[in-house]
């Protein structure tokens, strides 16, 4: 089936340093949604984009849905050692689709 | 507080064996789904259902089947469990709505290690 691209597939960045990942696709997508996992959780929804164009933050995370509707943008600001985990994109190939498509994730690792 | 619970936090199975893993919800929800993650292949989906007894085929349903008797629980089995079959799965359920797609909850995961 489709795949979501992300980049980069890992980070390793030092406690205060903000992160920057993307998620690409060849098809259109009408929503854009990004998870986090912790280590040994399942995966918790993070932000929810529902436009073109359309920029949400959620306490230091600030997502964007790219004017092309085939990306997609995560950054982080200050990173804490909380933020340690795997980031998803997802999304639904067809509007009101309730099967979501997930990119192969980001995964962050903070240096102490 | 939503909760999405799966039966076992760790299993290890023989080859060959019959395995199921269950997983239970307790927010009234219609879709369930079964995903398995792998390293640098994200989220892949198994099966999902989106009604009591209705199922539909994911991605990935090659050598597993599910059922769904009650609303709250959706049961994935390995007819007869591979090495291939080694991996972390996550169980996921949802509720459709108004606006676009909405949110999935996860459940823990199971990691299942067939020898």
């Known amino acids: 089936g489709q795949q979501l691209n992300q980049s980069p597939q890992s980070m390793f960045i030092q406690e205060g340093e903000d992160v920057s990942m993307n998620c690409t696709s060849s098809?259109?997508?009408?929503?854009w949604l990004w998870y986090k996992q912790d280590p040994g959780e399942g995966p918790v929804l993070l932000i929810a984009?529902?436009?073109?164009?359309e920029l949400t933050s959620n306490g230091r995370l600030t997502a964007q849905f790219g004017i092309t509707r085939k990306d997609s943008f995560l950054n982080i600001s200050a990173s804490i050692p909380s933020d340690v985990g795997i980031y998803f994109c997802?999304?639904?190939?067809?509007?009101?689709?309730?099967?979501?498509?997930f990119g192969t994730g980001t995964r962050l690792t903070i240096i102490p | 507080d939503v909760k999405v619970t799966q039966s076992s936090r760790y299993l290890v199975k023989r080859t060959g064996e019959k395995v199921f893993l269950e997983c239970v919800q307790d927010?009234?929800?219609?879709?369930m789904f079964w995903y398995r993650q792998d390293p640098g292949l994200g989220l892949r989906l198994i099966y999902f259902?989106?009604?009591?007894?209705?199922?539909e085929k994911g991605d990935i349903p090659e050598g597993y089947s599910v059922s769904r008797e009650k609303k709250e629980r959706f049961s994935l089995i390995l007819e007869s469990a591979s090495t291939n079959q080694t991996s972390m799965y996550l169980c996921?359920?949802?509720?459709?709505?108004?606006?676009?797609?909405?949110?999935?909850?996860f459940g823990p995961g199971t990691r299942l290690t067939v020898l």
């Open positions: 996921a359920s949802s509720s459709p709505g108004l606006v676009g797609t909405d949110t999935q909850y």
């Open positions: 098809s259109i997508f009408n929503t």
């Open positions: 997802a999304g639904p190939l067809n509007f009101g689709n309730e099967k979501l498509t």
């Open positions: 927010m009234d929800h219609e879709n």
């Open positions: 259902s989106y009604d009591v007894k209705m199922k």
């Open positions: 984009l529902y436009k073109a164009g």
